[in-house]
């Protein structure tokens, strides 16, 4: 009788335990989703939507900035700013309603646009903010207070971008890894995801515009980051393993770039710089890589571009694009949407044009396929969406959307 109660105590664990993965498998809890690419593995989405488009579950207010939404365990983190405050944000991602906000610092301005850029990244019950003005935070999810902080600008020599601190920083292990863009020997940093001390700092570079993303390439785990003038990689450890120069004017260095498995890269950049495609190699003494193809087929601005089938597609300055990955030959163009942003799911792209119009297009090199189109929000539509447990998220400059991608509310 006793061990039936173990085994049966032991096979409700378990459940809920797999209950609970299950749950929120399909979370999106950082700048790009769960792996940084822009890619939802998401499945039972609707193929083709209605005259009137997905049933929208919620709005609500939220206040400037182009911060994206992260989602995990039933929550949405963002970030903006209200009046002369900016914040970080968290709502539940059922109902849209505020559960608790934290002051970050005081709002920063821009002709571009006011407020925070930088996305919260959610490592379980710890949420990580980076303010338009380099202030790093550890917040605790459950209930917004502070856990650490610290200045980047007064603390590393910061340099803030032209257009704010737009880098979102990187879960590493038990490291916090960010594109300081400090003083000499202090560009990337790892910090203790607990304590907030430093661990380690290299390279000398100005602060990028883009997200570090981390990959593993001929047996090594590298870290990426596209700073002010390079690509680089580093190891977890803080060794650089190798630098591309990527000049940008206003070292606007802002998508994202992709990795292509097993052993390539994709980086891109406007201002008529052009995108590259890197093959990683393993050389005798060291990591290091190879360009591939470098040209000016297609530069992205400030969205990112997503992978499919070895073909990339993305916003060329403000035409939707496709291109081949191992030649950079262009398949198809697309206008209409301005400087969009898209995601990936279930082999379609969920395109958000700058002013709110939002298609769905099938994922194909063959041609451009839209699939349905709606006018889905108004105003400045700037900040990629989310796809989270079904549910996709947007924003404008005043307020944050939910819509049901599934059909069945």
Request: with cysteine; charged share 20%.
């Amino acid at each position: 009788m006793k061990l039936c109660l173990q085994k049966a105590r032991y096979l409700g664990v378990l459940m809920v335990l797999l209950s609970a993965s299950l749950l929120y498998a399909a979370d999106w809890p950082q700048w790009r989703g769960i792996n940084r690419d822009g890619i939802s593995k998401e499945t039972g989405l609707l193929k083709t939507w209605p005259p009137a488009g997905p049933k929208t579950i919620w709005k609500t207010a939220l206040g400037n900035g182009y911060s994206a939404i992260a989602v995990s365990q039933g929550r949405i983190f963002t970030m903006a700013s209200v009046g002369v405050n900016e914040y970080a944000l968290c709502f539940d991602a059922a109902t849209g309603k505020e559960i608790w906000r934290f002051k970050t610092d005081a709002t920063y301005q821009s002709g571009q646009g006011d407020g925070p850029r930088s996305t919260p990244t959610v490592d379980g019950n710890w949420v990580y903010v980076l303010g338009a003005q380099s202030k790093l935070y550890a917040l605790n999810g459950k209930d917004g207070k502070k856990i650490w902080f610290h200045d980047l600008h007064s603390e590393y020599g910061s340099e803030i971008p032209g257009w704010g601190t737009s880098t979102s920083p990187l879960v590493e292990g038990d490291l916090l890894l960010v594109d300081i863009g400090g003083k000499t020997g202090h560009s990337i940093g790892a910090f203790n995801k607990k304590s907030g001390a430093l661990v380690w700092k290299t390279h000398t570079d100005k602060q990028g515009y883009s997200s570090p993303i981390a990959i593993n390439a001929n047996g090594a785990r590298q870290i990426l980051f596209f700073t002010g003038t390079s690509l680089v990689s580093v190891s977890p450890t803080g060794t650089v393993n190798w630098k591309y120069p990527w000049r940008t004017s206003y070292y606007a260095n802002i998508a994202t770039p992709i990795f292509i498995a097993p052993d390539k890269v994709y980086l891109s950049t406007a201002y008529d710089t052009g995108a590259a495609v890197l093959k990683l190699t393993d050389g005798k003494d060291k990591l290091s890589f190879q360009e591939l193809w470098k040209s000016k087929i297609s530069q992205n601005h400030f969205n990112s571009s997503v992978l499919h089938n070895d073909h990339i597609y993305g916003f060329d300055q403000a035409i939707l694009q496709c291109i081949e990955v191992n030649t950079g030959k262009e398949k198809w163009k697309q206008s209409g949407f301005g400087k969009g942003s898209l995601i990936l799911a279930e082999g379609n792209l969920i395109v958000l044009g700058e002013r709110g119009q939002l298609a769905l297009v099938e994922a194909t090199p063959s041609a451009y396929k839209e699939k349905s189109r709606i006018q889905a929000i108004e105003g400045k539509t700037w900040t990629s969406p989310a796809l989270a447990n079904g549910k996709l998220y947007l924003r404008n400059e005043k307020e944050m959307f939910c819509m049901d991608l599934t059909g069945t509310l």
